[in-house]
């Protein structure tokens, strides 16, 4: 007789939650019980983290051992019991509710539609659509600290909108912490760790194929990157080409970005790809202006060459705060030249200018005629020869490591200076060129 009324028990829960992947209307989850995505890979309810006291709504791996938590909708406003309910109104719009029946979280839907549906998805994507499976709000829009494949991170350059992953404040808090994985959209853009507003890692422009210093550093047979920067979005966006591995990208709480695999012999993550910063070498301008940061050196940074410390006394104490300056100072009246440096990780693009139909004859040529200009580079590795980067500023942020993908950059330097044979290429200076008309030169 028990196991009849513990099966009629299991009939009403799925009567009552439909396939079990959706919230009914006005029919409140509660603690205790949860909604399953239909391929059984995530799971939302209540839960608490490590030894915290305080409740929280949250999407987690269900088909993984060690609960982990990919998604927290009320991090900044925890439950302080159990007794809190989720419900979804008739108007489509999901609600959280604490103990005394006050809304501490909601999804703010900015559209609503009759008969919307609440589902969690085999994407770990917690959704509300309509009748036509259009999104009127979803969970994606709103990352906390992990990445789950086929979710966009990135900037809506319309409304200002941004996707970013935020670390939690500690393993009990699922708050948010310190850091943040964001894309900044200045001159060419490029996604940044941030320590509040100070740089902590530059992962470099987009090359083709992926950012110079990503957690996966080479493209895989396993994974594909979407990238898209246009007048309306900025965004990046990874999908595995097999869909019973489990992966994530999450915002650490030491300001580490890191990419694992779920091992199923192991039944633990592991940091399949690495992580970023990696090393010195992957911290914000470590040696700061024409300086090259190579961590397979005793001493990590170096000027560049025909470039010398600005304060060669400190530099020796190997403070490297003034970072190095040309050894001549250039003169757009005299002749210039250009410097290959070959197999770097590209200076920081914040103020740079780039144009992808450009090749690099004509991009030196660009950069010849404006007296601001202090290098250009080709920024794609995927053979073409198309793509025009052009700084306009210090160049920051440049290291030397055999793990990445390195490119070559020609910077510009006064013709008089002698050339280093350490250096791969000198590419002197042509006075003229003829310009294709469609090429607007920068002012």
Request: proline share 5%; charged share 20%; with cysteine.
């Amino acid at each position: 007789m028990e196991a009849i009324n513990i099966h009629f028990f299991l009939f009403f829960i799925l009567i009552l939650y439909g396939a079990a992947d959706t919230i009914p209307v006005d029919q409140p989850l509660t603690d205790g019980n949860t909604i399953i995505s239909s391929g059984g890979k995530f799971e939302l309810g209540f839960f608490s983290p490590g030894t915290s006291r305080k409740w929280y709504i949250g999407i987690w791996f269900s088909k993984v051992s060690i609960q982990t938590v990919v998604w927290v909708a009320n991090g900044d406003s925890p439950l302080n019991d159990r007794n809190g309910m989720l419900n979804f109104t008739r108007q489509g719009i999901l609600t959280l509710l604490n103990g005394s029946g006050h809304v501490i979280w909601s999804s703010n839907a900015t559209r609503y539609a009759q008969n919307s549906t609440a589902q969690l998805l085999d994407s770990g994507n917690l959704v509300v659509r309509d009748a036509t499976v259009n999104y009127l709000w979803q969970s994606f829009d709103y990352p906390t600290d992990t990445s789950l494949p086929g979710m966009e991170v990135g900037i809506d350059l319309k409304t200002g909108f941004r996707r970013s992953l935020w670390s939690w404040e500690s393993t009990n808090d699922p708050s948010r912490g310190e850091f943040t994985w964001t894309f900044d959209p200045h001159g060419f853009p490029q996604p940044f760790i941030m320590n509040g507003s100070i740089e902590r890692h530059r992962f470099g422009p987009w090359n083709g194929l992926g950012f110079a210093s990503a957690p996966s550093r080479l493209p895989s047979p396993g994974y594909k990157y979407t990238y898209v920067s246009n007048p309306e979005k900025i965004s990046i966006m990874y999908e595995l080409t097999d869909s019973s591995i489990f992966a994530r990208v999450v915002m650490q709480l030491d300001g580490v970005l890191q990419l694992s695999l779920w091992n199923n012999q192991t039944q633990n993550w592991d940091n399949y790809f690495g992580s970023a910063p990696a090393d010195d070498c992957d911290i914000y301008s470590r040696c700061h202006g024409y300086s090259l940061c190579n961590n397979g050196n005793s001493s990590i940074c170096s000027c560049l060459d025909q470039f010398e410390p600005k304060n060669p006394t400190e530099w020796a104490r190997e403070n490297w705060s003034s970072g190095c300056v040309r050894k001549t100072t250039l003169n757009c009246q005299k002749k210039v030249k250009f410097l290959k440096y070959p197999g770097i990780k590209l200076p920081d693009t914040r103020f740079s200018w780039y144009n992808q139909g450009v090749n690099l004859s004509t991009c030196e040529e660009l950069c010849l005629r404006n007296c601001s200009c202090a290098a250009y580079a080709n920024p794609d590795i995927t053979g073409t020869n198309e793509g025009c980067l052009l700084w306009f500023d210090e160049l920051i942020d440049i290291r030397r490591s055999w793990v990445l993908v390195g490119k070559d950059i020609y910077i510009k330097l006064d013709s008089s200076q002698s050339e280093n044979s350490s250096v791969e290429k000198v590419k002197k200076l042509r006075i003229s060129l003829p310009l294709a008309a469609s090429i607007l030169l920068l002012a």
